[in-house]
């Protein structure tokens, strides 16, 4: 299996592929609405876009001022069980998201997604490639791990 976050408690094998970031992103549409958030709190008093296949789901996680870890409880217009619909919510200007960083970065880069609370966002895990371990594990899964691992380092020299 192909895993975006960390593998919780397993006696399986998770082993990275690649980084993994994620980005608060709004419409300019939508900051011009309803002003760029400050703070990670304010984002309570904003529409957000909830995306139900994500850990956070309605508490988000931020970065707080002495370094911990503060959740804000957010709401909004819709919800999305897929990355992709949550960046077409949020370049239609329906909220702020949390989009991974591959998913939101042509929209960034074009102007139609802007960037948020950039300080405040906690980083990222990785991309995990998860298998039994590799005693059980099949030659065919074996190369296919491996083909994984130089096609995302590929990517990464592009």
Known sequence: AVRIS?????SLIARRLA??????????????????PVRAQDLARVPCIIDTNGRWLTNWPFKGDSGDTVSVSVSGPIEV??????????????????LPDFIAAPDIESGKLVTALDDRILPG????????????LPAKVRVF??????????LDTA
Not at 6 to 10: K, P, W
Not at 81 to 98: D, E, H, K, T, W
């Open 81 to 98: 069980n897929s990355p992709m619909a949550a960046r077409a919510a949020a370049v239609a200007g329906l909220g702020f998201s949390i």
């Open 19 to 36: 980084p993994f970031s994620v980005r608060l992103c709004a419409s300019p549409e939508l900051i011009a609405r309803h002003g760029m």
């Open 125 to 136: 895990g990785g991309i995990f490639a998860v298998y039994p371990h590799r005693r059980y």
């Open 145 to 154: 791990v491996d083909f994984l691992v130089q096609w995302f380092k590929a």
């Open 6 to 10: 960390r593998l919780e408690n397993s």
